[in-house]
Structures are given as C-alpha cells and as structure tokens.
C-alpha cells in the first residue's frame, strides 16, 4: 500500500484583489481577475496534503483564443520551478505551507493580450496526471513594465493616460478654441468585454481567427485594428459617420456626452454600427478602447486640418466674383478642426528614434492597406519630415503641413489666385493638459516653427518624397510660381465686434488700410467690397449664401477705415448647421489694378451657458445634491430641450430629463442627489440639447471620498 495519498487539489484562490492591485487593475471589473503582462501574480492552491516537490508534479497551462498552440503564442505550459527563468512564461517562487502552495506565476512582456484559461495538471512519477481548471484572467498591455512595449515611466503620465476616465476634446476653430467634457468610461463593468468583443469582430478575426489572435501581443498591430473597428465602412465597426447634416435615424454626433453609451449599444445590438459619429466621436472612443487595454492614449485636436487625398501638399478652394465659397468636384478638403489619438509606444518596426507618441485616426478618411484605417504614424516622424515610414505618415504629415491656394473662379475655370497660404493648415494642436482642465498646445510636436528655416527644409524634404511622381508643369502651378498675387496696394480684415450670440444681430467691422507701395502711386484707390456669408460645414464646405452685402470704398495714402456690418439674426436662424458655424467671406476688385483681394472671417456662435454646483463633501455610497442653473440667454424659445447627466463612479449609465420648452430669458433650476459609487477623482457631465441649440455642455470635476470606516 503506498503511504503516499495522491495529491489532490481542493480549491483554489486567485487572490483577485491583491493581485489586481499589483497590477493596477483595480478599478476594472469587480469579480474578475484582470493582469498586466510583464508581471508576476500569486496564486493559492490548497490540496488534501502538503506538496511535496520531490515526487509531486505540477504543470500549469494558459490558452488563449480559437485553436490554441505553442507554436502561435497562444498556449504555454510549463513547469513549477523555484526561480523565475527569465521572459517566459513560469511558475516559481513557491512557498509550501501546510497543505496549501502559495506560487508566483509569471506572463511575459510580449505575451498576447485577451482572455486566458489557466490549468494545472499533477502527476506523481510516470502516471497520467490529473488536470484542473484554476480560472481565468485576462491579460493587458503593462504601461508600468519596463520590458513591455508601450512602457510609461512616469506615474503622473500614467495617471493622465491611462488611470484617468474622463477628459476634454478640443473643438471650434483656431481663434476660438473650446473644450468640451468627455466621459471615457474604460473601467465601467462590462467595457473590458466589450473592448476584445471589438477585436473579435475584426475582419482580421474573421479571416484567420489563429493568426489575428497570434498577433495580439503586437501593440502595433492591436492599435490598427481598433483604428479600423471604430468606424463602421469595411466591416461591423462602431460607429456609422455622418457629416451631413440628417441625424434622424440615430444620435447627432453633437449629443454624445461619452464612450460608454456608444460601446453598450453597439455590444447590445450584436456588433451593429451606432448612428452617429463625427471625428471627436470617434477618437474619444478609441480613446477608451486603448486605456482600457493598457496603451497609454489621449485625444489630440489638429485646427484647420487638411485632407489630401492625391498626396500634393495643396488644398484647392474656389470663390467667385460675389465672394460665395464654391463647392469643388475634389475630395480634398480642410475641416475646421480635426480629432484624432495618440497612443504611446516603442516602434521595433521603424529605425531607431521613433519611439513615443504615434498618430492613430479611426475616422474613416483614407484606405490603408485595404482598410479604413490610419497609423499609427511616429509624431517624431511626422515632425522630420520622413514621410515615407509606415504607417501613413504622408497622409498625416499633410494634415498638418499642406498649402492652401484659394483661387478666383469664373466662365469654367480659374482665373486669379487671390491666397497661397503656407502657414494656414496645422493651426494649434491641442490636447488636455497633464492633471489639469487647462488645453496643451502641442503644435511644435509636430513640425518646427512656422516659416522658419527649418520647417521650410523639412517641407522640401517631404514634398520631394511625395511629389516625386509628379513633376508635370501646369498654367496653374506657373501662375502660383508667379506669386504676383502678394503685391497689393490694400490690406483688408474682418473683426467682431462683439460677442456673437446665438439668436442676435451680429456685428462685424471691416478694417481697411492703405500699403505703402511705389508700384500704386499716390493717389486714391477705388474699389468694390462684395460679401457673402455662409454657413460653415464641419468638413470645410459651405451652404448657400444667408446674406450678401456690397460697399464702396475710397481709400488714400496714409488713411485707414473702419466700416462695420451688420448681419441680421433673420438671415441665419434657418439656415445654420448644428455646430453654428459661419464664414464671411469679401472679394474687393481694385479699380486701377484691376485685381481682386480676398478677406475671410470664421466664427462659431455662443451658446448659453450652464451651471453645475455641489455644495458639500462626495461621500461613496451617500446621497450627494447636485444643483443645476441654466438660463436662456437668447432671445428666441429653446424647443425640446432635454438634459442628460453621465459620469462614471458617480452615474451608472445616465439621468436623462425632460425640460419641454424653455422661454427667452427664462432660468431653470433642477436638484438631483446622486450616489457615488466609486472613490476617486470624477466628472460629472450635462448636456442640454434642444431643436435649436443641439450643444450646451458643462461639467462639474467631484472627488468621492471613500466610505468612512
């Protein structure tokens, strides 16, 4: 009879909340185990008798993904050891005590990210052994680990970027820039989930399930994926753009307040794109998607961003005589602003000196290799000029960096050209700043100062690599190479003079001065200022003129005039898109010279504004009193309006109200106790939209203490 009992296994303690606390997890998913690769984590076995090393063998498993082999990555085995044998995966470290075996198992920095089952199989001597199921646990990127590839090493940054589930996105246009509040959401329940869901429903996945799974470790190739999952043109991604102006069928992009309503419907409907997304939109959810897998990511706003499809480094815009913006046949275009993410990392695929930031897009602009997609591009890259490195880092580079040339049309074709701007596109690139509400201008990031010797060499050096193919001459190209379009014997600009509002006059001045100039001599100038104003896609195009006006002007050497113009509330308020953008446009032909000159003016429209209070400390797991003031500051009727409150450790989900109509001049006040649910630092958003005024945004930063014990 053999003295020796078989050994057995009892039970077996994951020891969850240790472990997610080594491994800064424990905010995500209450009840399951969730790693960072790169890292050790303890387990407790418990058997019917001591272990003994000697005789006793214990062979833990892990998969991961359909099909699972050693070959792929996707599976390991090995043995209990004392010591840990370097970046394999191991077991080691074992303490015995009594009949329980306490082991520190140990996945590598390169290890695939996803859901694992882990196993362990005893044998003593040459029998067949016993397998059990331990659990599972999931594995994600590990900022923390310096073996790791998208390493951080800095806790502030990490708490920015990868710990912090709410931010800001930066919107409007380049001398009117505005933050608006947006909840992440990353840690919330079931987003975990979610997030490998998206990876899942990959066409990648469904192509060779194997092979996609096998290249998860990859951040490189994890970053393209979700780049491409997010919007929904190639496959069953995310969101479904919209950038007209018919949001009927879904939610405008506008009345979004975070990612975590987006990601639970598209999750809901079985992998349905949700309606609607626009570039913000869009990157705040890829945003949340890469946290929560472990990339330290932000949002990153680009104003006056161009999209050069035939990769000329030139944006083309047309006016005609009456200075009515004119719709083009060309895809390229300059939005007013565009959003995109960077997420952080080491690029073994490039030469050295491209680690850090990388430009990923998730909006749907351009194909890349095959897919919607774009990056991610090395901002280092992108600033040097070394466009020829993957991934699209010509295409971003022109987001940036391209000219705009704005021409007179007229009888069919292009007649003058009235502005070859060199330093209008890639106009203060924005991003939250580090622990704080304030915005970071990062443009020197991404190319050197504008105009200076640098920045002039490293246009050349891109405009070579891209334009290379094209070396054809053209009466176009000859006439921009004349540049006689700079000596003008007038300078004309556009001021507000005042605060546009919403559902007010608007009042506008026109400065007029004379140029110093011997070419013009030194008498009068005459000439005729013809304006148009239009409302102002996002996507850079126009609808049709709202208000034109005609001035004559007499000008002298040495005079300046100042000429205001009124622009009444009637001719806009049914002709504004949602984001309430308006273009000035004038065209003055001069007289003696018979030339014309051009004068632009964007602006958005102020909406009312909105006031969240919270008088007394945040307590988690006590009613806490929120106090909500909004009045209509404009002079028209808000219709519809409805309020939808979010923020996560504060709401679970949101608080949606109706408020029926709202009176010009009329305030409301609403109080709304809440219970937070988890400590921390959070942010509590609030929409109000209505038929007129889709986006009145604000926030109120809480911090929730823990529990009193």
């Known amino acids: 009879m053999n003295p020796v009992a078989a050994l057995e296994l009892k039970s077996v303690d994951l ?30 076995l418990t058997f019917n008798r001591s272990f003994q090393p000697q005789t006793d063998q214990l062979i833990f498993e892990t998969q991961t993904g359909p099909e699972s082999t050693e070959l792929l990555g996707t599976r ?5 050891t004392q010591t840990q044998p370097g970046n394999v995966w191991s077991a080691s470290d074992f303490v015995i005590d009594s009949n329980c075996l306490q082991v520190s198992l140990f996945t590598p920095a390169n290890a695939i990210i996803g859901h694992y089952t882990l196993k362990a199989k005893i044998s003593q001597g040459q029998g067949p052994g016993v397998t059990y199921p331990l659990g599972s646990f999931t594995l994600l990127f590990n900022p923390w680990s310096e073996e790791d590839d998208v390493y951080l090493p800095s806790e502030t940054l990490l708490q920015e970027y990868i710990r912090s589930d709410y931010g800001f996105v930066c919107k409007g246009y380049e ?35 194997s092979d996609d799974y096998s290249q998860r470790g990859n951040v490189v190739y994890v970053c393209r994926v979700v780049s491409a999952m997010i919007n929904s043109n190639d496959d069953s991604g995310v969101l479904q753009g919209n950038w007209g102006e018919d949001y009927s069928q879904g939610v405008s992009p506008l009345e979004w307040n975070g990612s975590v309503a987006i990601l639970r419907q598209w999750s809901a409907r079985g992998g349905q794109p949700v309606k609607y997304g626009q570039c913000w939109v869009f990157a705040s959810v890829m945003c949340t998607v890469m946290r929560c897998l472990g990339v330290p990511t932000r949002v990153v706003s680009n104003f006056r961003s161009a999209h050069n499809t035939d990769g000329n480094l030139t944006i083309d815009t047309y006016y005609d005589r009456t200075a009515e913006m004119l719709p083009t046949q060309k895809p390229d275009k300059i939005w007013n602003f565009h959003v995109w993410n960077e997420c952080w990392m080491i690029r073994k695929d490039l030469p050295p000196g491209y680690n850090g930031w990388q430009v990923l897009d998730p909006t749907p ?25 993957p991934y699209d880092t010509h295409f971003v580079y022109a987001e940036v960096n391209a000219d705009e040339v704005i021409w007179l049309f007229e009888n069919g074709q292009a007649q003058e050209i009235l502005a070859h701007n060199t330093n209008s596109i890639g106009k203060e690139i924005s991003t939250k700043m580090v622990g704080s509400d304030e915005r970071l201008d990062i443009t020197n990031s991404y190319k050197y100062l504008e105009g200076s010797p640098e920045e002039r060499s490293i246009f050349m050096k891109a405009s070579k690599k ?32 005042r605060t546009p509002m919403w559902g007010q006059d608007l009042l506008l001045m026109l400065h007029v001065q004379r140029v110093p100039n011997r070419a013009h001599g030194q008498g009068s100038i005459r000439m005729t200022v013809r304006f148009c104003a239009q409302a102002l896609l996002h996507g850079g195009s126009t609808r049709k003129p709202l208000w034109r006006h005609l001035v004559h002007l007499n000008l002298d050497l040495g005079k300046e005039i100042q000429r205001p113009l009124l622009l009444p509330y009637s001719n806009y308020r049914n002709n504004l898109t949602d984001e309430k953008l308006i273009r000035v446009s004038g065209i003055a032909e001069v007289e003696e010279t018979g030339r014309s000159i ?8 102020e909406p009312p504004c909105l006031s969240i209070e919270v008088f007394e400390r945040a307590e988690m797991g006590k009613v806490l009193s929120v106090h909500i003031t909004f009045t209509n500051t404009l002079t028209v009727a808000l219709s519809n309006c409805t309020m939808v409150l ?21 305030t409301i006040r609403i109080q709304l106790e809440l219970s937070p649910i988890k400590a921390g630092p959070h942010q509590l958003q609030v929409l109000i939209s209505s038929n007129e005024v889709k986006e009145i945004k604000s926030y109120k930063n809480i911090l929730v203490v823990a529990t009193a014990s």
């Open 15 to 44: 020891q969850i909340p240790r472990n997610k606390r080594d491994h800064h997890t424990q905010e995500i998913s209450l009840n399951k185990l969730i790693l960072r690769r790169g890292q050790s984590f303890l387990l407790k």
């Open 175 to 209: 001398n009117s820039i505005t933050s608006r509040p947006w909840n992440y959401g990353q840690f919330e329940e079931d987003i975990i989930d979610i997030c490998f869901e998206i990876l899942n429903k990959s066409l990648y996945f469904l192509k060779n399930p």
């Open 365 to 389: 602009q351009q194909n890349s290799s095959g897919l919607f997609c774009c990056g991610p591009a090395s901002v280092k890259a992108i600033r040097e000029g070394d466009v020829h490195l």
């Open 598 to 605: 051009l004068v632009l003016k964007d602006f958005s429209l």
């Open 466 to 497: 891209m334009l290379e193919t094209r070396r054809a001459s053209s009466p176009l190209l000859d006439l921009l190479g004349s540049e006689s379009f700079k000596d003008q014997p007038v300078q004309l600009q556009l001021h507000l003079a």
């Open 646 to 666: 979010e923020g996560s450790g504060l709401i679970n989900g949101q608080i949606t109200k109706d408020l029926g109509t709202l009176m010009a001049g009329q």
């Open 76 to 80: 390991a085995t090995f043995l209990l």
